[in-house]
């Protein structure tokens, strides 16, 4: 994999384990959702401050943003689409 590879990997399964919507992560890091999807699609080149950001948020270090995943792990799954139940 390459960078922008495994940190679309590691976001989306630091994002989903953590329960959060692109949406919620793009607020808590004050970046824009549409930029936080199309880091997840592969699209973007963030810049060190973006990721250091998405890191902070995550509450990981930076380097775990590049962690090579397991041997047979499985592609990180979105969370289910729609409203959240309001609680």
Do not use: C
């Not at 390459?2 to 989903?16: G, I, K, S, T």
């Not at 973006?50 to 969370?79: C, R, S």
């Amino acid at each position: 994999m390459d960078a922008r590879e495994l940190l679309a990997w590691n976001m989306r399964r630091l994002r989903v384990e953590r329960g959060l919507s692109q949406e919620k992560l793009a607020l808590d890091s004050s970046i824009d959702r549409t930029y936080v999807s199309r880091l997840e699609r592969r699209i973007e080149n963030p810049s060190i401050a973006i990721v250091e950001k998405l890191a902070l948020t995550l509450g990981v270090p930076i380097a775990q943003m590049f962690a090579e995943p397991k041997q047979h792990e499985t592609a990180p799954q979105p969370l289910r689409a729609g409203r959240k139940p309001r609680g």
